[in-house]
């Protein structure tokens, strides 16, 4: 039986759209504070609702608008969650793996679009860490090509303040969307030339602040020592972490230096240690852009050691092998997790290599839900690397400049996870 099988009928989807929406109306609209700018797109007939990826409610919040039932496009990852599977197809959202082509779900858009159905689609692919846009991808541009389709653009404008990737609580923000009206593209427009027009449009502005409305911001600094890996001022890896003073205080272990966390992502500074990062106006963007710069392009964990033996990184950990039927993670090697510039390897108390993954094996690395490191595999096998005591996000992002180097030669900036 097919994913789109596996659905409600038409019946089933308006009835429960229509209990949905009336209940999104009355709690999320109020609590949230929405608010939503430009034409409601058309209640009749197919479309391709785009939207920015600045949260994880996203499809919910692009959706209430155009009052009518949605199809979404989500994460492979997040229907191997056997409750959280269940409850989403329900609701009329279908599976696609990450930055990999993958023909079954484009086969279940081309249906769904022939049937007049109106689908929530995020082209960048993947969330946003800092607020910035993410590069939308080219399979976008080619796929409006192929279905002559209409699109609709959403931008949704403060959702990374609401509840940023990293954070582990959600702020009170209003929440702003901002509609286009819906366009169609000629058809002597190349498919390159769609994908830029649509990424021109997704684009929204990193530094938004609601102005004139009250914000509250409850343990703003839980979570961030995942994204901000290493201390912005002294540079010391695994050692940030949140105040025991305040769950708004962000702290490195190492040289003291302490910042405030605010709701629009600012670090402020409260101590001379964390002053001497020299930052006027320090937010969370730039603090990663100080630490990616200060490791070095490909980034190296300890350039003595990288010298000595090639290795860029280090950290006990294990790895296991994901089943695509949504089972319990299967563990097949635990000990030193050791990155080069062509492998990740991990070895055992003897030093022997008792498991290896080539980085030109690998198709796609990507951070799914709670954080959780995911290789794909070019024979179709998934694996979850687990990087004990480090910080995952710091074990993607040096895997992935070295694997986009060996794959595509160092062209361009290396994919987001």
């Not at 599977?85 to 023909?103: M, N």
């Not at 931008?155 to 609580?169: C, D, E, N, Q, S």
């Amino acid at each position: 039986m097919s994913e789109l099988e596996k659905r409600p009928g038409p019946v089933a989807r308006r009835v429960t759209y229509i209990f949905l929406w009336v209940f999104y109306l009355c709690t999320f609209v109020v609590v949230l504070r929405q608010r939503a700018t430009g034409p409601r797109p058309p209640k009749d007939g197919p479309f391709l609702l785009l939207s920015n990826h600045s949260a994880m409610p996203d499809p919910i919040w692009v959706s209430h608008y155009p009052r009518r039932p949605i199809w979404y496009m989500a994460s492979g990852a997040l229907f191997r969650i056997p409750v959280l599977r269940r409850i989403i197809l329900f609701l009329g959202a279908f599976p696609k793996q990450k930055f990999v082509r993958d023909t079954q779900a484009m086969t279940l858009v081309d249906e769904l679009y022939a049937d007049g159905g109106a689908i929530a689609i995020s082209p960048e692919g993947t969330r946003t860490w800092d607020g910035r846009g993410l590069p939308v991808r080219n399979g976008i541009g080619r796929l409006v090509k192929r279905l002559n389709a209409r699109v609709v653009i959403c931008r949704v404008k403060t959702g990374f303040l609401i509840m940023p990737r990293w954070a582990k609580y959600p702020r009170w923000v209003p929440l702003h969307l901002e509609y286009d009206p819906v366009r169609s593209f000629p058809p002597d427009m190349s498919a390159e030339e769609i994908t830029r027009e649509i990424a021109q449009a997704l684009r929204v502005d990193p530094h938004y602040r609601v102005d004139g409305s009250l914000t509250l911001g409850f343990r703003t600094a839980h979570g961030l020592s995942q994204y901000l890996w290493a201390c912005p001022a002294c540079f010391a890896q695994d050692q940030t972490g949140v105040s025991t003073r305040s769950g708004n205080h962000f702290t490195c272990g190492a040289c003291g230096a302490d910042w405030k966390v605010t709701v629009n992502n600012d670090l402020l500074p409260l101590n001379d240690a964390a002053r001497a990062t020299g930052v006027a106006h320090l937010n969370v963007a730039r603090a990663f852009d100080r630490i990616a710069a200060h490791y070095g392009e490909p980034p190296i964990s300890d350039p003595e050691r990288y010298a000595r033996d090639g290795v860029a990184l280090l950290s006990p950990g294990s790895v296991s092998f994901v089943p695509r039927n949504g089972t319990q993670a299967e563990e097949r090697a635990r000990g030193e997790l050791r990155l080069t510039d062509d492998a990740v390897t991990i070895y055992d108390e003897s030093g022997e290599a008792i498991w290896t993954l080539p980085f030109m094996r690998i198709k796609a690395i990507s951070i799914e839900v709670r954080s959780v490191l995911q290789l794909f595999t070019d024979d179709g096998a998934l694996y979850q690397l687990d990087p004990e005591g480090q910080s995952p996000l710091k074990w993607s992002y040096f895997m992935r400049h070295r694997w986009h180097m060996l794959r595509t030669g160092g062209e361009g900036p290396p994919p987001p996870a």
